[in-house]
């Protein structure tokens, strides 16, 4: 099946800092979506991403579909003890309805 | 609206026994799916769902049954559980933006321990 490669598998950083992940895939997407999961939760949606090159914000967080489609970035700015968590990015290619891709995740630590 | 809920949240099964994990939504979603969630491994497909009465297996189906008979709910059917199945499980229902962009969205999870 298909694979998103996801990048770091993980980061441990200081509060205030900037976080950078992305994910990349050999097959055109034509959704990409950024989850969190927090510890015995369920993934839940941060951004979602409908058209290559699109940029979009919440809050803190930022996430651009790459202009090939094959790719994505989540960016979080002035990171805090609660954004600790599993991040992952999933896709959704060509007809593959109700079938997504995930990555493996990016688990994040935040040292206060 | 509760979203996608799931029931029960922890169980404890014994090698060989059956059981039935409860998936609903109340979002009139057409499309939902199952997946298992192992260490390292992400979340992996296991059937899914574009409407009632439709169904078709994923990635890893084998030793799952689904079934699909109003459009809220999707069970997913452990026939005889191996601890091969221990796993975190969830379900997910889709939103579609203009006909073709799905938004995926995710139920809590359930818990299960095969001894």
């Known amino acids: 099946g298909q694979q998103l490669n996801q990048s770091p598998q993980s980061m441990f950083i200081q509060e205030g800092e900037d976080v950078s992940m992305n994910c990349t895939s050999s097959?055109?997407?034509?959704?990409w979506l950024w989850y969190k999961q927090d510890p015995g939760e369920g993934p839940v949606l941060l951004i979602a991403l409908y058209k290559a090159g699109e940029l979009t914000s919440n809050g803190r967080l930022t996430a651009q579909f790459g202009i090939t489609r094959k790719d994505s970035f989540l960016n979080i700015s002035a990171s805090i003890p609660s954004d600790v968590g599993i991040y992952f990015c999933?896709?959704?290619?060509?007809?593959?309805?109700?079938?997504?891709?995930f990555g493996q995740g990016t688990i994040l630590t935040v040292h206060p | 609206n509760a979203g996608v809920t799931q029931t029960p949240k922890f169980q404890v099964l014994k090698t060989g026994q059956s059981m039935t994990l409860q998936c609903a939504q109340d979002?009139?979603?057409?499309?939902m799916s199952w997946y298992r969630q192992d260490p390292g491994m992400g979340l992996r497909l296991i059937h899914y769902s574009v409407g009632a009465g439709i169904t078709d297996q994923g990635e890893v189906p084998n030793g799952y049954n689904v079934s699909r008979s109003t459009t809220e709910d999707f069970p997913l059917r452990l026939l005889s559980a191996a601890p091969s199945q221990t796993s975190v499980y969830f379900c997910a229902s889709s939103y579609f933006r203009g006909g073709s962009q799905e938004t995926q969205y995710f139920g809590p999870g359930t818990r299960l321990l095969v001894l």
């Open positions: 979002m009139n979603h057409e499309y």
């Open positions: 097959s055109i997407f034509n959704t």
């Open positions: 999933a896709g959704q290619y060509g007809t593959s309805y109700g079938k997504l891709t």
